[in-house]
């Protein structure tokens, strides 16, 4: 069934009225008609299993059959920093990152990352880009909100903030990729169970500098080993995401 969202301000007791893009998606694109059935998302946890009925005043109506809480939600709020990749991997890297269950999405500046000049403006200027992405996977893969994609921060701003998170974890190249070392690995992120929130650090091409890891373990980040391995940055954060999904259930 499809998946939209919309604001609670248009969620009324028995129907909602939907406008804006999502409109046209349904009726021109999508060719759905009266009678047929989509599911609508507060983008707070709630969907409303709805039947379209029609048009009002310009926005389409939708009857609400029934609602509950969205089951789609890890209980453990996943924030990833993102050392920023080259080109447009990071949006590749946002599309499933979302689907697979991060919370938030951070684009970080280390000290391996190569902006040229004028860059960081179109950066900027791709946010807006980057979010749609995020929403787009997000009605694809059934989340209960939309997660979002925040402007760059430094490095140093990055591990101050995920001071605040539960926990953090910082997969490294020179961590211990013994039999041990993996499962370490595996302990850190069954550990995640029951917290409320936890980061993830990826860096960029290159990796990390280690005065950068030490900063991170400094401030209560715990070094993961990816295996004996060397993973792409959109690979890495992808894989971490995929180990802590399977946990988390």
Do not use: W
């Amino acid at each position: 069934m499809y998946h939209f969202y919309t604001d609670r301000s248009n969620i009324y007791d028995d129907h909602i009225l939907l406008d804006g893009a999502d409109v046209n998606h349904i009726r021109n694109v999508l060719r759905m008609r009266d009678g047929e059935e989509v599911i609508i998302c507060d983008k707070e946890g709630i969907d409303h299993y709805c039947r379209i009925d029609g048009n009002d005043g310009g926005r389409l109506k939708l009857s609400i059959l029934k609602s509950g809480s969205n089951e789609a939600e890890l209980a453990t709020k996943l924030v990833l920093y993102q050392g920023i990749p080259k080109k447009d991997k990071l949006e590749l890297i946002i599309q499933k990152a979302v689907e697979l269950g991060a919370f938030e999405i951070v684009p970080v500046m280390t000290k391996r990352v190569i902006v040229k000049e004028g860059e960081a403006s179109k950066e900027a200027r791709k946010l807006e880009r980057l979010n749609q992405i995020a929403k787009s996977a997000a009605e694809q893969s059934g989340r209960g909100i939309i997660p979002r994609v925040r402007p760059m921060i430094g490095f140093s701003e990055a591990v101050e903030e995920s001071r605040k998170l539960d926990k953090c974890l910082i997969p490294y190249e020179n961590a211990d990729n013994s039999a041990s070392g993996m499962e370490f690995t595996r302990q850190a992120i069954k550990a995640l169970k029951g917290m409320d929130s936890a980061g993830i650090f990826i860096g960029p091409e290159g990796g990390f500098e280690e005065e950068e890891v030490k900063l991170a373990v400094d401030n209560n980040a715990v070094p993961i080993s990816l295996g004996k391995r060397i993973l792409r940055t959109e690979t890495a954060g992808l894989a971490v995401l995929s180990m802590i999904m399977y946990e988390l259930g």
